[in-house]
């Protein structure tokens, strides 16, 4: 079964950057694209950023120019590098990966802790 696993979370200062990682299993990496998303305190959840499987990228318009996500397929792992955080972007961040078939489920990680405070 599909498993994602987020790490790199933690306390940083405004400003500061942050890298986030999510491993999964078998070879979904290389073959599908891969999200991230985050969910703050009393908000609802919003779309970060998207890789495929040919590394096309696309981001929010509020982390363009600051965020950048990759993906390695040898490590089967997806990254996401925050730069220049803001206070408002503490939030859980999750990494997601849809599956369109018969009928679309999508798999979540447990999701990572960023906060971002003086």
């Known amino acids: 079964q599909v498993q994602l696993v987020e790490s790199g979370g933690g306390l940083v200062q405004p400003g500061g950057p942050l890298r986030l990682s999510c491993a999964a299993s078998?070879?979904?990496?290389?073959?599908?694209?891969m999200r991230w998303y985050r969910q703050a305190p009393g908000k609802q959840g919003e779309f970060v950023a998207v890789?495929?499987?040919?590394?096309?990228?696309n981001y929010a318009d509020s982390v363009k120019g600051r965020f950048t996500i990759s993906r390695d397929n040898a490590k089967n792992t997806v990254y996401l590098q925050m730069n220049s955080l803001k206070p408002e972007e503490t939030a859980v961040y999750y990494c997601?990966?849809?599956?369109?078939?018969?009928?679309?489920?999508?798999?979540w990680g447990q999701g990572t802790q960023v906060t971002v405070s003086s």
């Open positions: 890789v495929t499987s040919g590394s096309t990228t």
């Open positions: 997601n990966l849809r599956v369109r078939g018969y009928a679309t489920i999508d798999y």
């Open positions: 078998g070879s979904i990496v290389a073959i599908n694209a």
